[in-house]
């Protein structure tokens, strides 16, 4: 893994952690290319909502946006998460995260 | 030949005390996820994770190995990929005690995998729950 991705590959994280995200992904998975408005209306929130989850989703370079006429059109760009797909370090994280669990397990037994 | 993953822990509980939470099921619970572990070589148990739109939440296992309190190895099988999973002991002079965990078995396919979404849906999945509360 290379390490001056370590921010880029936290704001893919944070930009998968969130299930509206993840599901603008999958429905961009599935398509080549959707205006707002067809995005919109597979959600229960307004425009204005999903449109600020497209931003991050563009912050973190897995959404390209694209502006036709009024209409800003959006595809998927699944580049970086080949950066998550490493379940070695997935795997290390959750490891480390689960013994800091176990550290307090053990401590309050004392 | 280097494991996948190859960790190192400091506990200053006893050796006996680290086993117990590695191997008393109500315990793991407690830390990965509830079980019905067994420390009985051939002993085959699932761990049991919240599924999600990703991942039933299932990880099969089954025990290769019991050393009390010194060794526990198991296999790790979860979105169809299995590793084996060791957890090595041992006491330190100052009474506190190494942990040392190694997980191996990766296929090169899944350490190289490139691109394709359907990978990281794993991942997602894997993280996800956890990433929430860390980035909450």
Redesign the interface.
């Known amino acids: 893994m290379v390490l001056n991705n370590t921010n880029q590959e936290r704001d893919v994280?944070?930009a998968?952690?969130?299930?509206t995200r993840?599901q603008l992904?999958n429905l961009l998975?599935k398509a080549d290319e959707l205006p707002l408005h067809e995005l919109t209306a597979q959600f229960e929130m307004g425009r204005t909502a999903v449109s600020k989850h497209l931003a991050i989703l563009k912050e973190a370079g897995l959404v390209i946006a694209r502006k036709e006429g009024r209409e800003t059109r959006y595809r998927?760009n699944?580049?970086p998460?080949?950066e998550?797909?490493?379940?070695?370090s997935?795997?290390?994280?959750?490891?480390?995260?689960?013994?800091s669990?176990?550290?307090l397990?053990?401590e309050e037994?004392? | 030949m280097k494991s996948d993953v190859s960790l190192d822990f400091k506990f200053t509980s006893s050796i006996e005390q680290v086993w117990h939470a590695l191997t008393d099921s109500d315990t793991l619970a407690k830390w990965i996820w509830s079980n019905d572990f067994q420390p009985i070589v051939g002993h085959k148990f699932q761990f049991r994770a919240e599924p999600n739109e990703w991942w039933n939440g299932i990880v099969d296992c089954e025990v290769l190995e019991i050393e009390e309190p010194h060794k526990l190895s198991y296999t790790w099988t979860s979105a169809g990929e299995t590793t084996t999973v060791t957890w090595t002991l041992t006491q330190a002079s100052d009474g506190t005690t190494q942990l040392h965990l190694d997980q191996d078995g990766f296929s090169e396919e899944t350490k190289a995998r490139q691109g394709a979404i359907e990978g990281a849906k794993y991942a997602w999945t894997n993280m996800s729950s956890q990433l929430e509360k860390v980035l909450a």
């Open positions: 994280y944070a998968i952690a969130d299930p993840r992904l998975a998927l699944a580049a998460l080949k998550i797909q490493d379940w070695v997935i795997y290390e994280g959750f490891w480390k995260e689960r013994i669990k176990l550290h397990l053990l037994k004392k």
